[in-house]
């Protein structure tokens, strides 16, 4: 049993292209527990087509996505969703960087239990709505999560030199940078 001072984990599930980067990104960021690459919002079957051969054929509907386990004490749902909304660009449509394909889709998902981060996602997803007039990042409540396979998690950590759209200078950038809440205030 936690007492009313001991905070609760939060999770949210993002994507925005190759999970590699995305998982580099969020494991920098401050208040930032844990993180899984894995694959969203697909078609299962029997066979099981939650992995990276079946996935990369474009036809099962998963996303490359990371659950990013945060401490809400520590970080927000908001200054995530900045860090994403840095290294993405939200006008694309199954693509981000070199990485091309329905799996690279950009988006941003949560559990239906989590009310919290459902307002705070649909708010700053408005938000950024506003800002970009084609903005296609999937913003929905997550359906599946099935983890990706072992080779894919901490990717960039086992292979500092392999293959990452988002730049390193960005990542370092953004794991320093305090961020300011007024950013995703309405005005």
């Known amino acids: 049993m936690s007492s009313a001072s001991e905070p609760v984990c939060g999770s949210i599930y993002l994507a925005g292209g190759c999970f590699w980067g995305i998982e580099h ?13 894995g694959y969203a919002n697909g078609t299962r079957d029997p066979q099981g087509d939650a992995d ?45 960087g070199n990485d091309v394909g329905s799996q690279y889709q950009a988006g941003v998902y949560w559990r239906a239990q989590d009310k919290s981060i459902a307002a705070s996602v649909e708010r700053i997803c408005g938000m950024e709505r506003s800002r970009h007039p084609g ?13 990706a396979e072992e080779y894919h998690q901490d990717y960039l950590d086992k292979n500092p030199d392999g293959y990452c759209h988002v730049p390193r200078a960005t990542i370092a950038r953004l794991a320093q940078m305090e961020y300011d809440p007024s950013y995703y205030e309405e005005a």
Do not use: H
């Open 135 to 147: 903005f296609a990042v999937e913003v929905k409540p997550l359906e599946n999560f099935y983890p």
């Open 52 to 96: 990276y051969r079946t996935v990369c054929t474009g036809e099962t509907g998963f996303r490359e996505t990371v659950r990013v386990d945060f401490d809400p004490w520590v970080t927000s749902v908001d200054a995530l969703l900045y860090a994403l909304f840095q290294v993405i660009d939200p006008e694309l449509r199954n693509q981000q």
């Open 25 to 37: 990104l969020m494991k920098a960021l401050p208040g930032v527990t844990d993180t899984c690459c």
